[in-house]
């Protein structure tokens, strides 16, 4: 079968070479071929035997990049295997060289259905219209254009929703986020202040100890104690104190016993003395 349609193709070929001698013969021989590849692509994809249909369109394809068949039916058939980015190029390839209105027509109309599967709804729109400007009475086109116009519209009324939702969300995450940043900060402040507190106590620790770290003598006896005892030692006004009585009493005690010795030592002047022999 393939060997049937090239030699087909090839017999037209000579057959056009004859009758146009104005155009260059190399061109036309490369047209012919990319065609013959396009008709056994197109013969192999009706037998649902896609990978070698992939391979004849790309054959026709690197010989003509420009032919819109090629790329249109190659668009189609990967469109069939559900590769849509795939096919969507292949579709703007053809509609980018097709050189009559209804290659462009099938071309854009292809290229909506394949955005419409993406639910791009709104450039799917634009593609229709391109294509109802090539054929404005093709029915299936203005049914296409019309659900797509719909469903672009529904989608651009759920779209504020979408937003006021994200934005809700966002405020959510700041609020939560300026929360946590608060804690950090009292966190970080009340640790500052323990610090602070403990760098405090150690100088006054240190102030209290001497060069080789032992407490100084004025803290070991506490002046106010000192203070305190020394108050209880001195005398109030208009009072004795202690040393001063214990004093008086120890003049008091000397005097009575000078006196106490006085009368004594006249007793003893004044008493007769016995002789021991008695006559």
Not at 88 to 115: D, M, P, V, W
Not at 154 to 159: A, F, L, S, V, W
Not at 208 to 220: A, L, M, T, V
Not at 237 to 257: D, F, H, R, T, V
Request: proline residues 3%; charged residues 40%; hydrophobic residues 25%.
């Amino acid at each position: 079968m393939k060997h049937f349609l090239t030699y087909i193709f090839l017999l037209v070929s000579l057959s056009i070479l004859a009758q146009d001698n104005t155009e260059d013969k190399a061109i036309i021989k490369q047209k012919l071929e990319a065609q013959g590849y396009t008709a056994q692509a197109n013969a192999l994809a009706n037998n649902d035997d896609f990978v070698e249909a992939e391979m004849e369109y790309r054959k026709a394809l690197s010989l003509q990049p420009k032919q819109a068949a090629g790329a249109y039916n190659l668009g189609t058939q990967y469109f069939k295997k559900g590769d849509f980015e795939e096919s969507l190029y292949r579709h703007q390839q053809a509609a980018k060289n097709a050189t009559s209105k209804e290659e462009k027509h099938k071309a854009f109309h292809n290229i909506g259905n394949i955005l419409m599967e993406e639910k791009k709804c709104k450039e799917a729109v634009e593609a229709y219209k391109s294509a109802l400007r090539n054929n404005p009475s093709d029915d299936e086109t203005r049914y296409n254009f019309a659900l797509a116009k719909e469903c672009a519209k529904q989608q651009e009324d759920d779209k504020p929703q979408e937003d006021d939702k994200d934005g809700e969300n966002d405020k959510d995450k700041d609020q939560n986020k300026d929360e946590d940043q608060k804690e950090n900060n009292e966190k970080e402040q009340e640790d500052k202040n323990k610090d602070d507190q403990g760098e405090q106590d150690k100088k006054e620790g240190d102030q209290d100890k001497d060069e080789d770290g032992n407490p100084k003598d004025d803290q070991k006896n506490d002046p106010k104690e000192g203070d305190q005892k020394n108050e209880q030692n001195q005398p109030q006004p208009g009072q004795m104190s202690p040393q001063q009585i214990k004093n008086l009493l120890e003049a008091m005690n000397n005097q009575e016993q000078k006196v106490q010795e006085k009368i004594n030592a006249e007793k003893v002047k004044g008493v007769k003395q016995q002789t021991d022999k008695d006559w």
